[in-house]
């Protein structure tokens, strides 16, 4: 499988996430093993109108998104994967009326468990936002019905 | 944001429509809160555009961790006297069943109020509170 693959499968993937639509969230870039994902700033994901930061839930919501979709550059067929755990670290919060980027990898794929890691960043500084690490439980893909595998993996004319 | 005057209202009347309609992001998900005595039930309702795996259907998991990180913040100042505004440190979050497309609950407990950190355990349910969807752990920093 090459990038542009990748980027496809991916970005289908997204696109079926109401929540991600509803944010905005898109791909920007897609490797083997590693992924970067977009937010773009918006009224509606501030957490505090007064200094109009982004909610840190809009972000758990990318991290959680770029981390549980970095699972498809991971593998050679498309399965979904359940989220067995989530942590977030907050360090700063995001500059207000700039995208929030999330890049992230997945470290370590074994028979049963996908471990990933994701840092959320700005492109004005590029400091850290929040770093967060994940695990995903791999069930197969016969899990997932075959529709909607070949509709991520681009199968379907 | 959530002023002095407002948190007093909403503790004095336990009425959250001023609190939440202070909070973009809660409206967003559709965050509702009900008071019950001394205790605090969170809400989010059934909402399309909150979903993620689109075959079970199933609420995004980070809908359900940003649902949980801001039951615990409102959860915080509340039990304060006067307003100080929690700022999340970290968030660690177990996703133990599959949300559905349903109306989703959380509870939070205070584990441990210390000057400046607070550690708050957040749980969440659909259809049986025996039968959590999520649990989860947060630390805040408390600002005056």
Known sequence: ?157 | MTTPEVLKYTQQTGDFSKMLASIPYAGTIGLMCEQFGDDLIFRLPRKQENLGNPILPAIHGGVIGGFMELSAAIYLMMSQDALRMPRIVDFSLDYLRAGLDRETYAECRLTRQGNRVANVMVTAWQKSRAQPIATARAHFLMED
């Open chain 1, 1 to 157: 499988m090459n990038d542009e693959m990748r980027f496809g499968r991916v970005s289908r993937f997204v696109s079926t996430l109401a929540q991600a639509g509803e944010l905005g969230i898109e791909v920007t870039e897609a490797r083997e093993n590693r992924l970067i994902l977009r937010l773009p700033y918006s009224e509606k994901i501030i957490g505090n109108p007064e200094t109009r930061v982004i909610h840190g839930g809009a972000i758990t919501t990318l991290m959680d998104t770029a981390s549980g979709s970095v699972v498809i550059c991971a593998l050679p067929d498309f399965e979904l994967c359940p989220t067995l755990d989530l942590r977030v670290d907050y360090m700063r919060p995001a500059e207000p009326d700039q995208p929030v980027f999330a890049r992230a990898e997945a470290y370590r794929v074994t028979r049963n468990i996908i471990f990933t890691r994701c840092e959320a960043f700005q492109e004005s500084d590029g400091q850290t936002i929040a770093n967060c690490v994940a695990t995903f439980m791999r069930i197969g893909k016969e899990a997932t019905p075959k529709a909607y595998r070949d509709l991520i993996t681009g199968d379907v004319e």
